[in-house]
Protein backbone atom coordinates (compact mmCIF):
# COMPACT_ATOMS: atom_id res chain seq x y z
CA UNK A 1 0.00 0.00 0.00
CA UNK A 2 1.42 3.54 -1.09
CA UNK A 3 2.64 5.29 2.23
CA UNK A 4 3.67 8.58 1.34
CA UNK A 5 0.41 9.80 -1.14
CA UNK A 6 -3.22 10.65 -0.42
CA UNK A 7 -4.98 7.70 -1.07
CA UNK A 8 -8.94 8.40 -1.84
CA UNK A 9 -11.59 6.70 -1.14
CA UNK A 10 -14.49 6.76 -3.59
CA UNK A 11 -18.05 5.11 -2.29
CA UNK A 12 -19.32 2.36 -5.17
CA UNK A 13 -23.09 0.65 -5.05
CA UNK A 14 -21.17 -2.03 -6.52
CA UNK A 15 -17.49 -2.80 -6.23
CA UNK A 16 -17.24 -5.25 -8.42
CA UNK A 17 -18.84 -3.46 -10.96
CA UNK A 18 -16.32 -0.39 -10.72
CA UNK A 19 -13.88 -2.06 -11.17
CA UNK A 20 -14.50 -3.67 -14.05
CA UNK A 21 -15.34 -0.89 -15.42
CA UNK A 22 -12.41 1.30 -14.03
CA UNK A 23 -10.01 -1.13 -15.68
CA UNK A 24 -11.87 -1.10 -18.89
CA UNK A 25 -12.65 2.75 -19.37
CA UNK A 26 -9.56 4.46 -17.50
CA UNK A 27 -7.08 1.50 -17.32
CA UNK A 28 -6.47 1.16 -13.36
CA UNK A 29 -5.00 -2.10 -12.28
CA UNK A 30 -6.46 -3.77 -9.44
CA UNK A 31 -4.49 -4.26 -6.73
CA UNK A 32 -6.67 -6.43 -4.24
CA UNK A 33 -10.21 -6.70 -3.14
CA UNK A 34 -12.15 -8.06 -0.37
CA UNK A 35 -15.34 -8.84 0.84
CA UNK A 36 -17.13 -11.97 1.71
CA UNK A 37 -15.93 -15.15 -0.11
CA UNK A 38 -17.34 -16.08 -3.43
CA UNK A 39 -20.05 -13.04 -2.49
CA UNK A 40 -20.25 -9.25 -2.62
CA UNK A 41 -17.01 -7.39 -3.07
CA UNK A 42 -17.07 -4.89 -0.24
CA UNK A 43 -13.75 -2.60 -1.14
CA UNK A 44 -10.80 -2.37 -3.17
CA UNK A 45 -7.81 -0.91 -3.94
CA UNK A 46 -6.47 -0.37 -7.53
CA UNK A 47 -4.15 1.81 -9.35
CA UNK A 48 -2.48 3.78 -12.26
CA UNK A 49 0.72 3.96 -12.72
CA UNK A 50 1.48 5.66 -9.01
CA UNK A 51 -2.01 6.96 -8.99
CA UNK A 52 -3.75 4.89 -6.42
CA UNK A 53 -7.57 4.80 -4.93
CA UNK A 54 -9.55 2.89 -2.72
CA UNK A 55 -13.56 1.47 -3.45
CA UNK A 56 -15.98 1.00 -0.74
CA UNK A 57 -19.17 0.01 -0.91
CA UNK A 58 -21.93 2.32 -0.24
CA UNK A 59 -23.67 1.80 3.30
CA UNK A 60 -26.07 3.87 5.84
CA UNK A 61 -23.65 7.18 6.25
CA UNK A 62 -22.00 6.68 2.40
CA UNK A 63 -23.17 7.20 -1.20
CA UNK A 64 -21.74 7.81 -4.40
CA UNK A 65 -22.75 10.60 -6.19
CA UNK A 66 -24.93 8.87 -7.99
CA UNK A 67 -26.65 8.31 -4.87
CA UNK A 68 -26.84 11.78 -3.75
CA UNK A 69 -27.57 13.37 -6.76
CA UNK A 70 -24.77 16.10 -6.82
CA UNK A 71 -20.88 15.57 -7.12
CA UNK A 72 -19.23 14.71 -4.25
CA UNK A 73 -15.12 15.46 -5.30
CA UNK A 74 -13.33 15.77 -8.18
CA UNK A 75 -9.61 13.92 -9.19
CA UNK A 76 -7.06 14.64 -11.42
CA UNK A 77 -4.92 11.85 -12.11
CA UNK A 78 -1.50 12.85 -14.61
CA UNK A 79 -1.24 10.09 -17.39
CA UNK A 80 1.52 10.02 -20.33
CA UNK A 81 -0.61 10.47 -22.97
CA UNK A 82 -3.96 12.33 -22.26
CA UNK A 83 -5.27 11.81 -25.65
CA UNK A 84 -4.97 8.36 -26.13
CA UNK A 85 -6.37 8.08 -22.16
CA UNK A 86 -9.44 10.63 -23.83
CA UNK A 87 -9.80 8.40 -26.71
CA UNK A 88 -10.06 4.92 -24.64
CA UNK A 89 -12.45 6.44 -22.27
CA UNK A 90 -14.57 7.60 -25.10
CA UNK A 91 -14.63 4.43 -26.69
CA UNK A 92 -16.12 2.43 -24.47
CA UNK A 93 -18.83 5.23 -23.40
CA UNK A 94 -17.44 7.23 -20.95
CA UNK A 95 -19.38 10.33 -20.37
CA UNK A 96 -17.10 13.25 -21.49
CA UNK A 97 -17.88 16.27 -19.58
CA UNK A 98 -15.23 18.38 -20.42
CA UNK A 99 -13.74 17.91 -23.94
CA UNK A 100 -9.66 17.09 -24.58
CA UNK A 101 -7.82 21.23 -24.48
CA UNK A 102 -5.10 22.77 -23.36
CA UNK A 103 -5.85 25.03 -19.86
CA UNK A 104 -4.49 28.35 -18.95
CA UNK A 105 -2.41 27.09 -16.33
CA UNK A 106 -0.79 24.69 -18.79
CA UNK A 107 -1.81 21.25 -18.66
CA UNK A 108 -3.81 19.07 -21.18
CA UNK A 109 -6.84 17.50 -20.07
CA UNK A 110 -9.95 16.31 -20.23
CA UNK A 111 -13.08 15.87 -17.74
CA UNK A 112 -15.07 12.40 -17.61
CA UNK A 113 -17.90 11.00 -15.31
CA UNK A 114 -17.44 7.30 -14.21
CA UNK A 115 -20.64 4.94 -13.89
CA UNK A 116 -21.62 6.43 -10.41
CA UNK A 117 -21.14 9.86 -11.31
CA UNK A 118 -17.69 10.44 -10.01
CA UNK A 119 -15.67 13.35 -11.69
CA UNK A 120 -11.98 12.52 -12.45
CA UNK A 121 -9.50 14.98 -14.49
CA UNK A 122 -7.14 13.15 -16.78
CA UNK A 123 -3.87 15.44 -17.61
CA UNK A 124 -0.53 15.68 -18.78
CA UNK A 125 2.03 18.93 -18.00
CA UNK A 126 1.89 20.65 -21.63
CA UNK A 127 3.82 23.69 -20.42
CA UNK A 128 4.88 25.75 -18.01
CA UNK A 129 2.74 28.50 -17.06
CA UNK A 130 3.49 31.57 -14.84
CA UNK A 131 0.89 31.55 -11.93
CA UNK A 132 0.56 35.37 -12.64
CA UNK A 133 -0.31 34.68 -16.24
CA UNK A 134 -3.49 32.92 -15.15
CA UNK A 135 -4.79 34.97 -11.81
CA UNK A 136 -3.14 33.11 -9.41
CA UNK A 137 -0.91 34.22 -6.33
CA UNK A 138 1.97 32.01 -5.31
CA UNK A 139 1.69 31.99 -1.75
CA UNK A 140 5.50 33.36 0.08
CA UNK A 141 7.17 29.67 1.13
Known sequence: ???DVILPHLTYRNVADALAWLTKAFGFVEHYRFG?????????????GDAWIMLNSARPGSASPAQAGHQTQSLTVFVDDVDAHCERAKLTGAKIVEDLHETAYGERQYGVEDLEGHHWLFSR??????P??????????
Open 36 to 48: EPGGRVNGAQMHL
Open 1 to 3: MPA
Open 125 to 130: HARDVD
Open 132 to 141: AEWGATVASQ
